[in-house]
């Protein structure tokens, strides 16, 4: 059996569901393929943090460029994506940390990200259960969703606009224009979006992405507790280090009243199990911002994979191997955020017309093997030269 | 428990109860007829495994959230609320 | 500074409690842990007349060198061999949180009911058979409240009996399974020394008439609690007033631990050995959840189980033999308690399946298995860990289960490092063994 599109988009989690509905949207007809539940991968195991980032000119572009696209999605998304405009509070712990919030407020507004810098008292109004700090940084246009949900709206939308959804289907191979599914089954397309996350390059081998574990917490619900994402400054130093395990203070209310806690970062652990040296580091580091949360219940801990890129920047566009191949991955913790930002890219990409903010950063050719395709803008040399092992 | 102790004394929503040894808080705030907790959708509910799997017997104690009380027995100058929905964090 | 044991038992129900027994009696150190506030798991629960069997086995754990764990809730596997526990209901501002160490471990985490969800299912004073009694074990009085028991299985009548004792009207019980099975079971149970189900003298103390077989609740009315039940027998339907209705639909293992810790499964039970063997080195597994089985089956696992992780492999086989002979009866069980497929069709589109989250039926129909049900509805994702509607859904749907995550019951966030609560400090603390012994023990 064999069936053609002009787009198949491999992966349904939440960057592949915006991806589908976008090229759908513009005219396309697009199938959508997933190995099992939509939003089941790395998307269900995120936080869901609508967040402006701003590690790299490029990353703070996409973040605030797809924060936006969110805030403008946010009155059609239905009830059970939970989209909650809570902001985000960067939290300074010294005079050091705030003096890196006035920085922040400088950069954020250079790219027309609106924030406001909170004394210790204000902060301590805005968040009763933090222990004292110095201060805070407030985004107000950064909010919370629920992933799944999110991702299986955007998918709906797809298919109301054309698109097809095969799942459960296992792609076992993409490229030349062929898709070949476990079944036996090949689809034909002129365009191929590989969108599979943390698992892309099984499909599309020689892709520098890998997998970074993270841990997340879940409580009962305690309305309330906390009224905004809440993230450490120091995250910016810990969570980007690329080379070593770390953790970072990072709390989000739930609109259910629950809170996620996190987070954690690691490479080289392949399997989902917990690995409870890093997990309670994470919990002790949050005890050491709010106190009191460790008498709250958790309810479950759970691991996912980010899938990184070594220059911290996601891959989206054409991928110089395969004409017909596009990538949508490498999104690392950001692919809630970028997702909608990716999607418009990409289409756009495909379609050959003019982005809305400049789209080579995200190109997949700085990484390409191909003679003539590097660009040498970004190396692989900051790839950790040895793997940490967990047991 | 010596000998001497005859009924605990704890409040429930404020009311005083007394109740025997031995009593779960989860019986105690049946006898004074109170649903446990509200559900996620706002409905009264009350215990149903009586063992601790179902979370449907939850309430506050000492100010203590998510409490199962069929798991607790009746302490006294316990202090317990009932009709906690999702409720109010630490305070 | 985990305070270890050469074994380790978790519940103290028949099965834990005869494992405990045994293991200690042969000299090894042996710690028991269980959540509830005192020994006897839920079938020997105090707070009423106990048979001369639970107070035998209870009063020779008392008379053990067992070290007592009462009211600590196990909830992660930190490490290898090192379960943590909390203690229940504990608001003390030290000693919440404990490490156990083992060299062998035996699980005996016993069973729970299966509840399936019917309009009204949620209202209060609807609970399970066992839960009810449990209440009353608890303390509630049932004196003069009109009572309708209903379900399936052997504990119903059981259930039934002892609140005719506690001076409740049984209104009526309804046993879901038809009398034509009922009766191929009796004459099996004939030859077994059933205390499992002492149903002829049960069913005669409440009074001719009031066991209705073939027969359920199909909905339930009230206001703020239980008004009415509307029964159903055959084509017949009719309503009874009541006070409390006691409905499960006989039991599902508890295994989420065992799940937890890595040992195999099959069809929903814990694979072991004649010696009661997992398929993970030096954990053991006894009573309920290796098969349903009842009192004197799973007293007799508690006991292979200790006697084999203490090293005394002769009287554990000579217990084997016996075992086998009585493995039949659990699958004679099995068959007589089998759901009828009418049962599917009790829910309706707005019942609630999904109580911590208030998912509905109509929600879930159309779901592709339980992983899709999770993610986009939240079914399973609250604090029961999905052990209540996990166990229905797999009944409405033929859905199974998802991998367990811990913590294995939801525990205070500090316990997830074992770290004190209530501070900032980030060392890790535990608690110092000698202190929490003593603290924990049962004081009789």
Redo the contacts between chains.
């Keep these: 059996m064999s069936a053609a599109y002009d787009v198949v988009v491999a992966g349904a989690g939440i960057v592949g569901a915006a991806c589908a509905r976008t090229l759908a949207e513009r005219g396309l007809k697009t199938a959508l393929i997933d190995a ?5 991968g790395a998307t ?1 195991a995120g936080m869901g943090h609508i967040v402006a980032m701003d590690d790299s000119p490029a990353q703070l572009a996409l973040t605030s460029y797809s924060q936006r696209l969110w805030r403008e999605l946010a009155p059609k998304l239905p009830d ?1 994506v939970e989209f909650d405009a809570c902001g985000t509070l960067w939290i300074a712990s010294d005079d050091e940390e705030m003096a890196e919030v006035r920085r922040k407020r400088g950069v954020y507004a250079s790219a027309g990200v609106a924030s406001e810098i909170l004394s210790a008292e204000m902060l301590a109004v805005e968040e009763p ?1 933090l ?1 004292p700090m110095a201060g805070a940084l407030l985004v107000p246009g950064d909010a919370v969703l629920y992933p ?2 999110a991702a ?1 709206w955007l998918t709906r939308e797809a298919v109301r606009m054309g698109a097809k959804v095969l799942a ?1 289907k296992r792609v076992t191979a993409l490229g030349r224009e062929r898709v070949k599914l476990e079944d036996g089954s090949e689809l034909h397309a002129g365009r191929i979006v590989n969108a599979c996350g943390a698992d892309a390059a099984q499909l599309t081998p020689e892709l520098p992405i890998r997998k970074r574990r993270g841990h997340l ?1 879940i ?7 906390v009224r905004h994402q809440l993230v450490e400054l120091g995250y910016l130093k810990s969570a980007h280090s690329v080379a070593t395990d770390s953790v970072a203070f990072n709390v989000q209310p739930r609109r ?2 629950q809170l996620l ?1 996190g987070s954690s970062r690691e490479f080289g652990a392949e399997d ?1 199990t ?1 690995n ?1 040296a890093l ?10 911002y709010l ?12 691991t996912g994979f980010r899938a990184a890129t070594p220059d911290k920047l996601p891959l989206i566009g054409p991928w110089p191997e395969d004409e017909s191949v596009f990538l949508a991955t490498g999104h690392e913790g950001l692919g809630i955020t970028t997702s909608l930002a990716t999607a418009q890219l990409l289409a756009s990409t495909i379609l050959g017309e003019a982005t809305e903010i400049d789209a080579t950063p995200y190109f997949p050719a700085r990484y390409a093997q191909t003679e003539g395709y590097t660009n040498g803008k970004a190396s692989t040399a900051d790839v950790p030269a040895a793997e940490k092992s967990h047991a | 428990m010596p000998e001497t102790v005859r009924s605990i004394v704890l409040t429930i929503n404020g009311a005083v109860a007394t109740v025997a040894p031995g009593t779960t808080v989860a019986a105690a705030v049946a006898m004074a007829a109170a649903a446990t907790r509200t559900s996620a959708s706002g409905e009264p509910r009350g215990p149903l495994c009586g063992m601790g799997i179902c979370f449907e017997c939850r309430v506050t104690i000492d100010g203590v959230p998510h409490q199962r009380s069929c798991q607790i027995l009746c302490a006294p100058g316990q202090r317990v609320t009932t009709a906690e929905s999702g409720a109010r964090g630490r305070r | 500074m985990t305070e270890r044991f050469d074994i380790l038992v978790v519940g103290a129900g028949p099965a834990g409690a005869a494992a405990a027994a045994c293991a200690a009696e042969s000299g090894r150190s042996v710690g028991l842990v269980d959540d509830n506030p005192s020994a006897g798991g839920q079938i020997w629960r105090s707070g009423g007349h106990l048979p001369e069997q639970a107070q035998t086995w209870l009063a020779r754990l008392q008379g053990s060198t067992v070290t007592r764990l009462q009211g600590w809730r196990v909830v992660d596997c930190p490490a290898p061999q090192v379960l943590r526990a909390e203690k229940t209901g504990g608001t003390e501002r030290d000693g919440y949180c404990a490490d156990f160490g083992y060299k062998t471990l035996i699980l005996a985490t016993g069973a729970r009911e299966r509840f399936l969800p019917f309009p009204g299912w949620t209202l209060p004073n609807v609970m399970g058979a066992g839960g009810l009694d449990a209440m009353v074990r608890g303390g509630l009085p049932v004196a003069g409240k009109r009572i309708v028991v209903a379900g399936t299985g052997p504990l119903l009548l059981a259930v039934a009996a002892h609140l005719a004792e506690r001076g409740a009207q049984i209104a009526a019980v309804c046993e879901q399974a038809g009398m034509a099975r009922l009766v191929r079971f009796a004459t099996r149970l004939m030859s077994e020394p059933g205390k499992l189900w002492q149903g002829a003298g049960y069913s005669m103390r409440m009074g001719p008439g009031r066991l209705k077989m073939g027969c359920w609740p199909v909905a339930a009315r009230g206001d703020d609690r239980l008004r009415v039940v509307t029964l159903r027998q055959g084509a017949k339907q009719r309503d009874v007033e009541c006070d409390y209705l006691g409905c499960g639909f006989h039991l599902v293992p508890n295994t989420e631990m065992p799940a937890m810790l890595g040992c195999q499964l099959a069809d929903g039970f814990v694979v072991t050995d004649a010696m009661m063997r997992t398929t993970v080195t030096q954990v053991y597994c006894a009573g309920e959840p290796t098969g349903i089985g009842g009192v004197d089956l799973s007293l007799l696992e508690g006991q292979i189980a200790g006697f084999a992780a203490a090293g005394h492999v002769a009287q554990a086989q000579e217990l084997a033999r016996r075992r086998e002979t009585r493995l039949g009866f659990v699958r004679a069980l099995e068959q007589v308690c089998a759901l009828d497929p009418q049962l599917r069709k009790l829910a309706a589109e707005e019942t609630i399946v999904c109580r911590c989250e208030d998912v509905r039926f109509g929600a879930l129909r159309h779901r592709a298995n339980w992983r899709e049900a999770k993610l986009h509805t939240r079914c399973g994702m609250g604090p029961c860990q999905g052990r209540i509607c996990g166990a229905a859904t797999e009944f409405l749907f033929g859905w199974g289960a998802d991998s367990v995550r811990p913590p294995v019951f939801p525990a205070r966030v500090s316990s997830l490092a074992n770290l004190p609560g209530g501070s900032a400090d980030a060392d890790t603390r535990f608690v110092a063994a000698g202190a929490l012994s003593e603290h924990s023990k049962e004081t009789a």
């Design positions: 099992g539940v939509v939003g089941g269900a059970d259960h222990r799944p949900c299986a459960p917490v409580t009962d619900r305690y309305p309330g507790f259910t009243g806690i989902a917990i409870h997990l309670s580091a994470m919990v002790a580091r949050t005890q050491a106190p009191e949360i460790g008498d709250l219940h958790a309810i479950r801990v759970w």
